[in-house]
């Protein structure tokens, strides 16, 4: 899925989608205040509803229009053509008499979002008011609030914008069951501007990881129709309860295609909650990067394929290098739940209070090994995104892995060449590239390499596992030896 077919379905042009899954109910409510769907209300088991009007009757007044302006970036009129003088300017800045540069207009940009409190609380996607210079909120009964942000978390695409005033509809997360593929779901919302749209589908799957690269949030599907503005709202079960927010659509063409995705309800609400309270987010954090561990992968540790998470980095004075966590530990466990995934154990940290130990299970060159970790705080993402480390330098050697490599300054073997023909480019290995070690020893000069192949070879394995270092980060990969069968 690439990025031009994944789409939001929101503010400033974004397209847009979809629902979602599971969850519970916002305990934010006023005394004597109800929520407009508290008590179910469905069809006999088993029977699909012969209209979704009392449902949609009941929660659609706590629907909003997200409309959104942002300041336009002053070089934008001159990208856009709409400067003819802009070269000029470039080359003469300040030249007197010339006029000013045309300012282009602000951006516009819409989206939904729905009441989960009576004093104006409004959860949206954090794509529709991210950058954000106005917001205002169109109700249902065509009141035009103004909003402001509460709080934002880009790690989840979820927001929280306020109005003022009080006794406002609002809706409840799910928490009594959660949906099924094949579940009938409803979407209201702001598509193209045409506020109050409900449209109706049923819950296509469940638990869609890597729709957004978002480590914590795996999206449920469904096929009710979603298109640009509906970003942000909410997607209803038969009960008309929340299961989902709209977040994003497959669409190849720019529209709907009947693919849509939500974060789920438990999430929304767990996130919502802090946002609401906190102004942000606060997530554990152990200073590990992993990875999920392949079959190729698994071949290359001698062990059976099954779940986990490869620690392919430990940050240099972190929780997890206090606790003695190493670079090509397996976690297996932890507090006793098994890791089906990278993704599932930064969910799993995620989820933890910093200040909180955590007991993981780790397999360590085949042995068991259980370590504590205290969690810390999780940087924002940008900061973490932006680590980098130096270059190395060049000369070059080969080896039986197709590669030309060199000594690396700052340690390791600095890959010159690729051989095309070999499975270390089919990998995705490049120029530039440092291995740090093979099948777990440690690589310290170009020299390094030869023995680790030796021993390689000497134990007849079909993959060789290399920790690779690429801009200041670290990943494992399986690659095959030429000759090797």
């Not at 810390?376 to 000369?395: I, M």
Request: proline share 8%; glycine share 12%.
């Amino acid at each position: 899925m690439t990025r031009k077919e994944l789409a939001y379905a929101g503010a400033a042009g974004a397209l847009a989608a979809v629902l979602t899954t599971a969850g519970s109910q916002l305990a934010v409510a006023q005394e004597g205040a109800h929520a407009v769907n508290p008590a179910p209300m469905a069809p006999p088991a088993g029977v699909a509803p012969g209209s979704f009007a009392d449902i949609i009757q009941r929660v659609a007044p706590a629907v909003v229009a997200i409309e959104v302006e942002q300041k336009a970036p002053l070089q934008s009129a001159m990208i856009q053509g709409e400067d003819p003088l802009g070269e000029l300017r470039r080359m003469f800045p300040g030249l007197p008499g010339l006029p000013e540069m045309p300012r282009p207009g602000p951006i516009h940009g819409a989206g939904s979002g729905f009441f989960v409190s009576p004093d104006g609380y409004i959860v949206t996607n954090n794509h529709v008011v991210e950058g954000a210079q106005k917001i205002t909120v169109r109700t249902a009964d065509n009141r035009t609030l103004s909003a402001r942000v509460i709080g934002r978390d880009p790690a989840t695409d979820l927001a929280v914008v306020k109005v003022e005033g009080r006794g406002f509809p609002y809706v409840n997360f799910e928490d009594r069951a959660r949906p099924r593929v094949g579940d009938w779901v409803v979407a209201v919302g702001n598509p193209f501007g045409l506020s109050g749209t409900a449209t109706a589908g049923i819950v296509s799957s469940l638990k869609r990881p890597n729709i957004s690269g978002s480590s914590y949030v795996d999206y449920l599907q469904i096929d009710a129709p979603i298109n640009r503005g509906n970003s942000g709202g909410p997607t209803f079960d038969v009960y008309g309860r929340v299961v989902g927010v709209n977040s994003a659509i497959f669409t190849p063409s720019g529209g709907s295609v009947g693919i849509g995705f939500d974060i789920p309800a438990d999430v929304a609400d767990r996130v919502v909650k802090q946002l609401i309270s906190e102004g942000r987010v606060v997530r554990g954090f152990i200073g590990a990067t992993v990875q999920d561990v392949t079959p190729e992968i698994a071949q290359s540790l001698g062990v059976r394929a099954h779940d986990g998470a490869l620690v392919a980095e430990v940050t240099p004075g972190g929780p997890s290098d206090r606790a003695g966590l190493k670079m090509g530990d397996l976690i297996e466990r932890v507090d006793g739940r098994p890791i089906e995934s990278a993704a599932g154990l930064t969910r799993s940290v995620a989820v933890i209070h910093p200040g909180q130990v955590l007991r993981l299970q780790v397999r360590r060159d085949g042995h068991p090994v259980a370590l504590a970790v205290t969690a810390g705080v999780r940087p924002a993402e940008t900061e973490l995104a932006n680590a980098a480390a130096p270059d190395g330098a060049a000369h070059a050697a080969p080896g039986t892995l197709g590669l030309m490599i060199a000594p690396n300054p700052g340690g390791g073997a600095r890959i010159e060449q690729v051989d095309p023909a070999s499975d270390a480019a089919r990998k995705g290995l490049r120029p530039g590239d440092v291995i740090q070690s093979i099948n777990g020893r440690r690589i310290a000069s170009s020299g390094d390499v030869a023995a680790a192949m030796q021993a390689v070879r000497a134990e007849h394995r079909g993959e060789v596992l290399l920790l690779v270092e690429r801009d200041g980060r670290h990943i494992y990969v399986p690659v095959k030896p030429i000759g090797a069968g």
